[in-house]
């Protein structure tokens, strides 16, 4: 049931739901990376009614399952959107201090060469 799950929220949220624009996010992210991490149909609407299809008919031949999928999907999907969102704050966040600390720096040696320049006067 668990790997059932994790596959309809990753291929779902990832593949089908984000596509080419998700593949073009995580090329942004890393860029050495030109492995093609998606193979995404180029009739997205196709794949997309598949994907459906697909879930839909394990669900209807595995009903006793139903309540399992359902709950484990719920928490499959907050883990998804847990690891995605400290992604983006994480950049956010390495970017301010990169900055802040770069300033700080600057801070530092502009002090330092006052400093130098009063003393050698």
Same mark, same amino acid.
């Given at each position: 049931? $668990?790997?059932?799950? =994790?596959?309809?929220? +990753?291929? #779902?949220?990832?593949?089908? #739901? #984000?596509? %080419?624009?998700?593949? =073009?996010?995580?090329? %942004? ?15 997205? %609407? ?6 459906? @299809? ?6 209807? $031949?595995?009903? $006793? ?7 484990? @999907? @719920? ?15 994480? #950049?956010?966040? @390495?970017?301010?201090?990169?900055? =802040? +600390? ?20």
């Amino acid at each position: 049931v $668990e790997l059932v799950v =994790a596959a309809f929220i +990753l291929y #779902g949220a990832l593949v089908v #739901g #984000g596509g %080419k624009m998700t593949q =073009a996010k995580v090329r %942004k992210v890393f860029p050495q990376c030109e492995h093609r991490l998606f193979d995404i149909k180029d009739d997205i %609407k196709l794949a997309r009614q598949q994907f459906k @299809a697909t879930f839909t008919h394990i669900g209807k $031949e595995f009903p $006793e399952h139903f309540e399992a999928l359902t709950s484990e @999907a @719920a928490r499959f999907m907050a883990l998804n959107n847990t690891v995605v969102l400290s992604i983006r704050c994480w #950049g956010r966040r @390495a970017r301010r201090t990169t900055a =802040a +600390l770069s300033v700080a720096g600057l801070v530092v040696l502009l002090a330092m060469a006052t400093r130098r320049w009063r003393v050698r006067q």
